[in-house]
């Protein structure tokens, strides 16, 4: 699903994975919405996440969520 976001920006549903994540994703977790401000690679394809709320989330290379992009209207 995708839908216009305020600003001219399309917002749309992505499976990511460790090799796919961006800054910027938002990702829900236990009913809060998380933007992603960093990431760190880790050995074996792992990646720590830091959320603007300075939490912290280690996703393994396998592991799986969706998440909302915000993408610009060229």
Do not use: Y
Not at 22 to 50: E, H
């Amino acid at each position: 699903m995708s839908a216009w976001a305020l600003g001219g920006a399309l917002a749309s549903n992505v499976e990511i994975t460790a090799a796919t994540v961006q800054r910027g994703d938002v990702i829900q977790l236990g009913g809060k919405a998380c933007r992603v401000s960093d990431l760190f690679q880790l050995p074996q394809g792992a990646k720590k996440l830091r959320f603007e709320s300075g939490e912290l989330l280690t996703i393994h290379a396998r592991t799986r969520l969706t998440a909302v992009r915000m993408t610009r209207r060229r």
